[in-house]
């Protein structure tokens, strides 16, 4: 079960961080991810990191400006997001992905555990 927390509403350039806390998560290597989606389109990859080992991905969209962290002894991960720019509005959800392979760590339907998802509003 997948909490994610942190969304809010705020100026281009400001930063926000959200979080995501991680219960019932057995041993193995997991993918945790951060997804996107905005009204009309489909949900987009952010970032995503891998449990053990901590390699991180993100997309080209937010390199540079997102960087994603896991804490995997206390089952959380974190994206903190800097230089926010409008584009960046966005329902934010976390998600899990057990035994992930790298090359399916951008690809939503490999995450089988969601967060609920948390509201991130960048005006202009």
């Known amino acids: 079960q997948l909490q994610a927390s942190g969304g809010g509403l705020v100026q281009a350039g400001d930063s926000l961080r959200l979080s995501c806390s991680a219960s019932?998560?057995?041993?193995?290597?997991?993918?945790m991810g951060w997804f996107r989606q905005s009204p009309g389109k489909e949900r987009e990859f952010v970032a995503a990191?891998?449990?053990?080992?901590?390699?991180?991905y993100y997309a080209d969209s937010v390199k540079g400006r997102f960087t994603i962290s896991g804490d995997n002894a206390k089952n959380t991960v974190a994206l903190q997001m800097n230089s926010l720019k409008p584009e960046d509005t966005a329902v934010y959800y976390c998600?899990?992905?057990?035994?992930?392979?790298?090359?399916?760590?951008?690809?939503?339907?490999?995450?089988?555990?969601w967060g609920q998802g948390t509201q991130v509003t960048v005006s202009s």
């Open positions: 019932g998560r057995t041993s193995g290597r997991y993918g």
């Open positions: 990191t891998i449990w053990p080992g901590g390699s991180k």
């Open positions: 998600a899990a992905a057990p035994r992930v392979i790298v090359s399916s760590i951008r690809v939503p339907s490999a995450y089988s555990s």
